[in-house]
């Protein structure tokens, strides 16, 4: 059979008999409750999709695109991030525009990347953050999830036994799968670090407007000098709920937004130039947009920990995102993919196996708050019934 150097690296599908099951089991018309993939249920805002009617009758509508996104549009990211931030970025030399935030990511891993390099990413963490540099023909280290001083510590000793220096480090909050935020001071340390030792530092800010609190989310470019020596990578999707639309952005150091701008020029023409347009109307309503999103993320959050503590077992708010990170049953052997088996054939619920996020994840399972609260208490009941109530899962509050 023929060899894929592509395929090299990566591990099987962990996700693939899931779905295979999944699948079976509506066709067989078993009442599935789908908490696994993190693929909004909600709709756009109003006004997107009214401009994405209006711009679709534009006579140039359905010309090539332009691979770095419209400057109308990365002007209105500029607009985003000073209002949210109060940031100024240049939308000619630090702002592209990108097929989705995981594209951007695996471009920007293609662009920096020479064989044998290695890059700093979390553990637990989402899959592109890893896979992206293992699919460039680099290699990865993986260090604590959580923002602190040991994750900066793990660092430095990763840089110091490492062979030849590693050339990026990864940083997601607010955290998929852990759910967790960073603040402004853990992101002064990390940018310090990063010049220190002269790599780059890489920001997944996809869910910066989906969180739960008083404290918004800081963007990493909040650090004087950060631009000099970070990416930041953000997305439609989430707080707008426009991920079939594949719209996201990179932020940064103008050297590397350049780098990747050359690099996209020859792999695609940008995204549908109508929905950039309805996408320049979401950033521009992106404070109500924001406030509406975490309001109905958040109270699905509170349904679904109110149906696991109706059933006798405790698990802490997530402080962000739209997931929840649960530990499996104490008792349970066999590990995260054979667990989200088990609870997809016997009471109907499917979830994310924690192992799809690492090895470290394996005795964790990741829960999409894609449903309305009905059907979360719902699945928070039938999940429930696999945990003994003598052998509670004993978790520690992210707070």
Same mark, same amino acid.
């Given at each position: 059979?023929?060899?894929?150097?592509?395929?090299?690296?990566?591990?099987?599908?962990?996700?693939?008999?899931?779905?295979?099951?999944?699948?079976?089991?509506?066709?067989?018309?078993?009442?599935?409750?789908?908490?696994?993939?993190?693929?909004? #249920?909600?709709?756009?805002?109003?006004?997107?999709?009214?401009? $994405?009617?209006?711009?679709?009758?534009?006579?140039?509508?359905?010309?090539?695109?332009?691979?770095?996104?419209?400057?109308?549009?990365?002007?209105? %990211?500029?607009?985003?991030?000073?209002?949210?931030?109060?940031? %100024?970025?240049?939308?000619?030399?630090?702002?592209?525009?990108?097929?989705?935030?995981?594209?951007?990511?695996?471009?920007?891993?293609?662009?920096?990347?020479?064989?044998?390099?290695?890059?700093?990413?979390?553990?637990?963490?989402?899959?592109?953050?890893?896979?992206?540099?293992?699919?460039?023909?680099?290699?990865?280290?993986?260090?604590?999830?959580?923002?602190?001083?040991?994750? $900066?510590?793990?660092?430095?000793?990763?840089?110091?036994?490492?062979?030849?220096?590693? =050339?990026?480090?990864?940083?997601?909050?607010?955290?998929?799968?852990?759910?967790?935020?960073?603040?402004?001071?853990?992101?002064?340390?990390?940018?310090?670090?990063?010049?220190?030792? #002269?790599?780059?530092?890489?920001?997944?800010?996809?869910?910066?407007?989906?969180?739960?609190?008083?404290?918004?989310?800081?963007?990493?470019?909040?650090?004087?000098?950060?631009?000099?020596?970070?990416?930041?990578?953000?997305?439609?999707?989430?707080?707008?709920?426009?991920?079939?639309?594949?719209?996201?952005?990179?932020?940064?150091?103008?050297?590397? =937004?350049?780098?990747?701008?050359?690099?996209?020029?020859? $792999?695609?023409?940008?995204?549908?130039?109508?929905?950039?347009?309805?996408? =320049?109307?979401?950033?521009?309503?992106?404070?109500?947009?924001?406030?509406?999103?975490?309001?109905?993320?958040?109270?699905?959050?509170?349904? $679904?920990?109110?149906?696991?503590?109706?059933?006798?077992?405790?698990?802490?708010?997530?402080?962000?995102?739209?997931?929840?990170?649960?530990?499996?049953?104490?008792?349970?052997?066999?590990?995260?993919?054979?667990?989200?088996?088990?609870?997809? %054939?016997?009471?109907?619920?499917?979830?994310?196996?924690?192992?799809?996020?690492?090895?470290?994840?394996?005795?964790?399972?990741?829960?999409?708050? =894609?449903?309305?609260? #009905?059907?979360?208490?719902?699945?928070?009941?039938?999940?429930?019934?696999?945990?003994?109530?003598?052998? %509670?899962?004993?978790?520690?509050?992210?707070?």
């Amino acid at each position: 059979m023929r060899r894929f150097p592509a395929l090299e690296g990566l591990p099987p599908y962990v996700f693939a008999e899931i779905n295979r099951l999944k699948a079976a089991a509506a066709a067989a018309g078993q009442d599935i409750l789908d908490l696994g993939m993190g693929n909004p #249920d909600l709709q756009p805002p109003r006004v997107v999709l009214e401009a $994405l009617s209006e711009a679709v009758e534009r006579e140039d509508a359905h010309r090539y695109s332009d691979s770095r996104g419209i400057l109308e549009l990365r002007q209105a %990211k500029a607009r985003y991030y000073e209002r949210r931030f109060g940031v %100024k970025l240049d939308p000619e030399t630090e702002i592209i525009a990108t097929l989705g935030s995981k594209e951007g990511f695996a471009t920007l891993a293609r662009t920096i990347t020479a064989p044998g390099d290695t890059a700093l990413v979390p553990a637990p963490c989402y899959p592109i953050h890893a896979f992206a540099f293992i699919m460039a023909s680099g290699a990865v280290t993986g260090l604590p999830a959580h923002p602190g001083d040991e994750l $900066l510590r793990a660092a430095e000793e990763a840089i110091r036994m490492a062979p030849r220096k590693p =050339i990026a480090m990864v940083l997601n909050y607010p955290s998929n799968p852990l759910t967790v935020t960073a603040d402004i001071e853990f992101y002064r340390e990390a940018v310090a670090f990063a010049k220190k030792h #002269d790599i780059l530092l890489l920001s997944d800010l996809a869910y910066s407007e989906i969180y739960f609190g008083d404290t918004p989310p800081p963007s990493i470019f909040e650090v004087e000098g950060a631009k000099d020596i970070a990416v930041e990578f953000t997305s439609m999707s989430k707080t707008f709920s426009m991920a079939g639309w594949r719209l996201g952005f990179a932020a940064g150091a103008p050297h590397v =937004i350049g780098a990747m701008a050359k690099v996209k020029s020859y $792999l695609d023409y940008g995204g549908f130039e109508p929905m950039q347009h309805a996408a =320049i109307r979401a950033l521009d309503h992106s404070e109500s947009a924001g406030a509406d999103v975490r309001a109905r993320y958040e109270s699905r959050r509170d349904a $679904l920990i109110a149906g696991f503590a109706d059933a006798g077992v405790d698990v802490p708010a997530p402080d962000a995102t739209m997931f929840v990170w649960m530990p499996l049953p104490e008792d349970f052997e066999g590990g995260s993919v054979a667990f989200a088996e088990h609870a997809l %054939k016997t009471v109907g619920v499917a979830v994310s196996p924690g192992v799809g996020f690492g090895p470290s994840g394996e005795d964790h399972m990741r829960l999409a708050l =894609i449903a309305d609260e #009905d059907r979360l208490r719902e699945a928070a009941g039938r999940l429930a019934g696999l945990y003994p109530a003598a052998a %509670k899962p004993r978790i520690v509050s992210n707070g």
